[in-house]
């Protein structure tokens, strides 16, 4: 109903690789999205909930310590156990194609690699939840 | 949850605590669309249970560390909290980055803990709009402390005292003589106060300035309570139960003095106000490109002062100013 897209931006697990995130973050604030930063070493249980919290249109999550095929069907499986499928799970990281495209094939919603332009992550955002229509 | 679920079907799952409801109902409330109005208004009488408390202080003070160790102490003694925790939008694009929830860590996740991130989308005065509705969402909700963290205020951000029962003030040792204790504004609002980083040196200088000034004021403006000031060290946890129980004494001196109607009330008044004002608002925005636009054309020839404008375009909403 707000023309404000909300955005939450998390990493999960051991991984303290945060400048991603914070260019991530930076590029959507300019982009006028609202960013909620949940800062490191988050579990995947304590994004979900303060997802739901924050009642977010999309929640992206940065993994770079290889754990992705693991720790998104995870977040897939927290986000419909608390009825908020409609939240767009969306990843960012370093990963090969098939898994990426095997990870978009289980509910992520969109998975961008390491060579995508901060524009494409925003015209990304704004589609995904344009596809989604109004809540 | 479907997205287009319908404002008036959250208001009993809202009064039933239901997390999801509740952060849906928090959303519409920010976008405050004519299609949430009604629910708002059934949420609205089902407040007054809650003891709203506002945190401010300037940026870096250390208010959602300390709010996060205040949550702790206050979960321990079997309550429920609710955290309202304002950032600034940015002035060009509107974007923020809601950082809040970074020092709050694993509280945020506790069952008996909501905490939401807002941000001021140009609002002044420390708030959000739509700050004060969701105070109301979470106490329909069951929160016994809903706390809202103001943005980090500079001296005159002062809305947050208009909106709360209690309001505590955190300051950051080092930074500035005790002049700037006795200047107007945000010091003189608070009810408790809190000096953070206690384990700096320079924070025992802080505490007595602080208390010196209070000193200097109790006669003249004829306070019937001394103000605490208590010094806090989050990482370490100390002074946090200190900070709790005079957070809840507050509460029990404005019931005792009688004060806490009056303080209610005056949060009403200025509710109805802020509500007309932005009533108004809404209204000018719907004439921008017509009778807004004349106006400014008129005004661009000089031909008309602004006051004058101001009063056509009243007149035009069907607002005629005699005064």
Known sequence: ?135 | MDPRVPSLELVEPVCAGERRAIARMLSRAEAAGPEAREALDLLYRRTGRAHVVGITGVPGSGKSTLVSKLVAALLESGRKAGIIAVDPSSPYSGGSILGDRIRMGEISSHPSVFVRSMATHGALGGLARGTLEAVDILDAAGYDMVIIETVGVGQDEVDVVRATHTTVVVSAPGLGDDIQAIKAGILEIADVHAVSKGDKPESDRTVSELKSMLGLGLPATGLRRAVPVIKTCSPRGEGVAELLAAIDAHRQYLVTSGEYEGRRQSIRERRMLKAAEQVLHDEFERHRQGRMADLLAELSGASISPHTAARRLLAHIGMEVTR
């Open chain 1, 1 to 135: 109903m707000s023309d404000i897209i909300r955005v939450m931006i998390a990493k999960v697990g051991l991984d303290g690789h945060d400048r991603g995130v914070k260019i991530v973050a930076r590029t959507l604030r300019d982009a006028g999205m609202d960013v909620i930063y949940t800062g490191l070493h988050r579990t995947p249980e304590e994004v979900v909930d303060a997802a739901v919290q924050e009642d977010v249109d999309v929640l992206g999550i940065s993994i770079l310590s290889g754990a992705h095929m693991t720790l998104f069907p995870k977040m897939l499986k927290l986000l419909e156990a608390r009825d908020a499928e409609d939240i767009l799970l969306i990843g960012g990281g370093v990963m090969p194609d098939e898994e990426a495209a095997a990870l978009k094939a289980m509910g992520v919603k969109e998975i961008l690699l390491q060579d995508t332009p901060p524009e494409t992550i925003v015209t990304t955002i704004r589609r995904l939840v344009a596809e989604r229509g109004p809540k």
